[in-house]
């Protein structure tokens, strides 16, 4: 019988590799379109924003809170391409990687959070389940974006 932890480091390939399809549908961007800003679209609207805030909220939650790392958040202004935005998810893999064999050793144990000023605790399996699902939600906002420059969204479902 798989471990729990061995079925989250199976599920966060997926995500992975999803993320991939995204990552090489995206480099046909041109820079004017991975930076343009269309208010429908939270998080300032643009590709490289949304791509960035989906990093932050792992930089968040999976380094700062679950690791305790004095991990600083990426600024936006910092990522100028899709090559910058695969290099800072290459960092986000190593906080997941170390987040995950913390996982293995330790089990589903609770974790001490602070957000907004208020202290709480979560298990390391919902701290997983928030930035994959925050990462999915906000891919699909990034496909709509781009429906919105003219072109055709791929599919980057798990399962295609």
């Known amino acids: 019988m798989e471990k ?17 399809v995204l990552f090489s549908y995206c480099g046909a961007l041109s820079a004017d379109e991975l930076l343009n800003e269309n208010s429908s679209f939270g998080r300032g609207g643009s590709v490289r924003n949304l791509l960035v805030h989906i990093a932050n909220t792992y930089e968040f939650w999976i380094g700062q809170q679950a690791l305790r790392q004095p991990v600083a958040f990426t600024a936006y202004e910092s990522q100028q391409s899709m090559n910058d935005i695969g290099e800072l998810f290459v960092a986000v893999d190593r906080l997941m990687d170390e987040f995950l064999g913390m996982v293995e050793q330790s089990g589903n144990q609770l974790l001490p959070y602070e957000i907004g000023g208020k202290a709480g605790e979560a298990e390391a399996f919902r701290l997983f389940t928030h930035v994959v699902t925050h990462e999915f939600h906000h891919k699909g906002q990034i496909l709509s974006l781009t429906r919105h420059l003219g072109f055709v969204p791929v599919d980057t479902d798990v399962m295609r």
Do not use: H, K, T
Request: without cysteine.
């Open 4 to 20: 729990p932890s061995d079925l989250a480091r199976a599920q966060y390939r997926w995500v992975q590799e999803s993320r991939q």
